[in-house]
């Protein structure tokens, strides 16, 4: 495969691979609601992924060792433990967000009930987790996952107004008819979903799957820097879309269907297939990633081998992690729970815990020892720590937020 | 010592989402307005998406399934929310005059999302077209009681 | 032992990655086994302790007590002592990696890890 055609590839899978049911069932609920106001929330967490994430995949390259692994060196055991505690459990309520997606758009498809679907969707995540080689999971996944670009085509193909979505974008006042309280919970659920604890441990997991090495950090910067702002633009074209077709018409968004009615009016029964099909992709390769996450780091924090390069009896504790993950997600969604109300709330919680996961990521990034001269640069250091204030930020309003505006009703 | 800021952890996550799927009381009047208000915003939103939907598939740019469903959900959001505020206890007189003014209409839109829903599923394009049309009334309804609840 | 001539314990030794002689992950430093010497004087490093009944008292409170019971569980008998890795099968020490001179074979690490594939993974179809 020659060098140029593997990169584009790696920067096409990043850009299908950042978007997952948290940004496609946000996007939905702000467009309609608040209009472009809250384009800010996800141009600044596109930011924070891409700057974290380039540190993350420069770890894996450089120090050839994966963020959680580090954390019990760095932070101790305890320190350590609290944040694989806080990690699993939210990557466990994402987890089900994600799988209640894949049945919600295998519904969509068929008609048939979703809850009938969840074991069908927890079966294949675990099949991709236990067999399907990385490679193939995530060139397959994120190419699929670009049908999503859907959504920009249906920009155009609409009586869209662009003067009026750059207005909105440019003018983030809270609309009259919504609360301040309501608009920063959004802001933050918007926030939350770009920069999910799970992406930036399997962005740098997957960077020792894929046995990256100091060669390696141009094309691993090409991904994080090219690939996961253009993932950014398709939550704003998905955010947008909703703007121009459901706002106007006064839908509030509920339901995942909704979010793509603006395509199927745009292109027709075709252009609605092709969304459909990008979401199934985004969010079946978000639920494969999180259950994997989620064995990386249980192995990682306690020394396990981990891999998927490697047959599971090779590393069947992480396996096993894997597969009680995808169980117990399961049993959260066959509560018959909503799962647009879950996705929500996982990605406002996780926003809650993000300090936790990426914190460790600029420490490591800046330790000499491992990094020897791809150490963080002032500028970036600079750059990454006026984050880390804005997620410390967001991290201390979450919760508060969340009961005032009793998640978001 | 980290078991139980495990332990803590737990906790605390299950009390937020168990919390977070509460709602307060309406022991006053305005927040029984407020109440009122937002149910007929809520049913205003489920009849826009299954107008929407239901207009799409009209002019053949939608897949059945899609249709169904968000008809589907619309009718029964819209049925959650009249038997969510329902339930309530009026707090004062001029709260249940509200809700005797408020009542009717509802149910009318509900009526009417199901009518939808049974067109659709049974396919004949001049009825649903009618059920369609059917909708108006109880839109200018809603529109109407959200007036009224915000003290028009 | 190859190493730096001084070492910090606690930045160099705890919680590192162990990997034996072919590279392949044995577990992490998960505390360290000091001996005194018969004639006095200081401590001296004889292993390094790995597993769960060594990580269980460090975690520390109900889930530590129960981390180290696993570690128990999977031993033939129910000795408490933490599995040991002696400083002569230690390869050498640096920023890099702990590596041991013998493979996972020649230790008894793997009780736990042989414990779930056997009776778990291991019984799943297509584990390989």
């Known amino acids: 495969m020659s060098r140029l055609f593997k990169m584009a590839l790696g920067v096409m899978t990043a850009i299908g691979g950042f978007v997952d049911i948290g940004n496609l069932v946000t996007s939905g609920i702000t467009g309609a609601r608040f209009g472009m106001a809250l384009t800010w929330a996800i141009v600044l967490g596109t930011m924070g992924m891409t700057l974290y994430g380039e540190m993350a995949g420069r770890v894996a390259a450089v120090a050839r060792r994966p963020v959680f692994h580090i954390v019990r060196e760095r932070l101790g055991v305890r320190t350590g433990m609290a944040n694989l505690a806080a990690f699993l459990l939210l990557s466990g309520l994402m987890l089900a967000a994600e799988l209640g997606g894949v049945a919600l758009v295998l519904q969509l498809v068929t008609g048939v009930n979703y809850l009938v679907w969840v074991p069908v969707a927890a079966a294949v995540t675990w099949l991709i987790v236990w067999r399907v080689s990385f490679s193939v999971m995530e060139n397959l996944f994120g190419l699929l996952g670009l049908c999503l670009v859907v959504f920009v085509v249906a920009l155009f193909v609409l009586p869209t107004d662009w003067g009026a979505l750059w207005h909105g974008a440019t003018h983030p006042w809270v609309p009259p008819d919504q609360g301040h309280p309501m608009y920063f919970f959004y802001a933050v659920s918007l926030f939350g979903a770009c920069l999910t604890p799970f992406q930036v441990v399997f962005f740098s997991s997957g960077g020792r799957e894929e046995h990256w090495t100091t060669k390696s950090l141009p094309e691993m910067r090409l991904n994080a820097l090219v690939g996961f702002p253009l993932g950014g633009l398709l939550s704003i074209a998905i955010m947008a879309a909703a703007v121009v077709v459901l706002k106007p018409a006064g839908v509030d968004v509920s339901h995942l269907g909704q979010v793509a009615l603006p395509v199927a009016q745009a292109l027709g029964p075709v252009g609605l297939a092709l969304a459909l099909v990008g979401f199934m992709a985004a969010v079946m390769a978000a639920a494969a990633e999180c259950a994997l996450s989620m064995g990386y780091a249980v192995a990682q924090y306690l020394g396990w081998g981990w891999g998927k390069d490697r047959l599971p009896r090779d590393a069947p504790r992480f396996h096993l992690v894997c597969l009680v993950a995808v169980l117990g997600a399961t049993a959260l969604v066959l509560t018959s729970v909503d799962p647009v109300t879950v996705t929500v709330l996982s990605v406002v919680l996780g926003a809650a815990a993000i300090p936790l996961t990426y914190f460790p990521v600029l420490v490591v990034a800046n330790d000499g020892d491992y990094m020897g001269s791809h150490v963080n640069g002032r500028t970036l250091n600079a750059l990454a720590s006026v984050f880390l204030v804005i997620m410390v930020v967001t991290s201390i309003v979450t919760v508060p937020l969340l009961f005032f505006t009793k998640a978001g009703r | ?152 | 032992m190859k190493a730096d001539s001084e070492l910090s314990a606690d930045e160099m030794l705890l919680d590192r990655q162990i990997l034996d002689v072919d590279g392949a992950a044995i577990g992490k430093i998960d505390d360290l086994e000091l001996t005194e010497p018969e004639d006095g004087g200081a401590p001296v490093l004889t292993a390094f302790l790995c597993g769960p009944t060594a990580l269980g008292p460090r975690i520390g409170g109900r889930l530590g007590l129960w981390w180290a019971a696993i570690g128990r569980r999977l031993r033939p008998t129910d000795e408490a002592y933490p599995n040991r890795i002696p400083i002569g099968e230690v390869d050498c020490v640096d920023r890099a990696q702990v590596r041991l001179t013998v493979s996972r074979d020649a230790l008894d690490a793997d009780r736990f890890r042989d414990w779930t594939r056997d009776h778990i993974i291991g019984r799943i179809p297509g584990a390989g």
């Open chain 2, 1 to 152: 010592m980290v078991g139980r800021r495990c332990y803590a952890v737990v906790v605390g996550v299950a009390l937020t989402v168990l919390l977070a799927g509460c709602v307060g009381p309406t022991v006053t009047d305005a927040g029984y307005r407020n109440k009122v208000g937002d149910t007929a915003r809520q049913i205003s939103s489920s009849i826009a998406s299954a107008r929407l939907a239901v207009q799409l598939d009209l002019d053949g740019r939608m897949a059945f399934a899609l249709t169904d469903q968000t008809v589907s959900d619309a009718e029964s959001d819209a049925d959650s929310a009249a038997t969510a505020l329902a339930s309530r206890q009026p707090p004062t007189d001029s709260a249940l005059k509200l809700y005797q003014r408020a009542s009717r209409p509802i149910q009318d839109a509900v009526d009417a999302l199901r009518a939808l829903r049974i067109a659709v599923r049974r396919g004949d394009s001049a009825v649903i077209r009618a059920a369609l049309a059917g909708l108006d009334a109880p839109q200018h309804g809603m529109d109407d009681l959200r007036t009224a609840a915000s003290g028009g």
